[in-house]
């Protein structure tokens, strides 16, 4: 199964924390070809300034190698005006990209702050969009 997903820049983070976890799963499937992900320049510029942040100590050559596989496998897509409030501005880019892809293709959001989100079913968690894509 092909699924697409935006996913949100703390997803990537998790993914570099902790190797045998969700997130990394989800990455994983991602270098297979098995998730397309779905960003646009400014969710780019996020990636790379927060995995880039002296705190994490990432390594810059795996950071890069990351953000460039996002940008060579994935789809790009412009986002679309918004009506539903979102708490954070910073992430008003990823619903709206979201928004704009489902047009084409059935496009999820994977956070792990779902809070931050409206609530529709394409909005999930690393976990209920892992257990969709092995359904």
Not at 3 to 29: C, G, M
Not at 32 to 41: R, T
Request: charged share 20%; net charge negative.
């Amino acid at each position: 199964m092909l699924l697409y997903a935006v996913i949100d820049t703390n997803v990537l983070v998790s993914a570099f924390l902790k190797e045998n976890s969700v997130p990394r799963y989800i990455i994983d499937y991602m270098y297979a070809g098995k998730i397309i992900p779905v960003y646009n320049e400014e969710i780019i510029a996020e990636y790379s300034a927060v995995l880039h942040r002296s705190k994490f100590c990432f390594p810059t050559e795996s950071v890069d190698i990351a953000v460039n596989a996002i940008q060579e496998i994935g789809l790009k897509f412009d986002g679309i005006s918004i009506t539903e409030p979102i708490p954070d501005p910073k992430d008003i880019v990823f619903y709206a990209v979201t928004l704009n892809a489902r047009k084409q293709f059935e496009t999820y959001l994977i956070t792990g702050n779902i809070k931050h989100f409206p609530a529709n079913p394409f909005v999930v968690t690393p976990r209920q969009f892992l257990d969709i894509f092995t359904q």
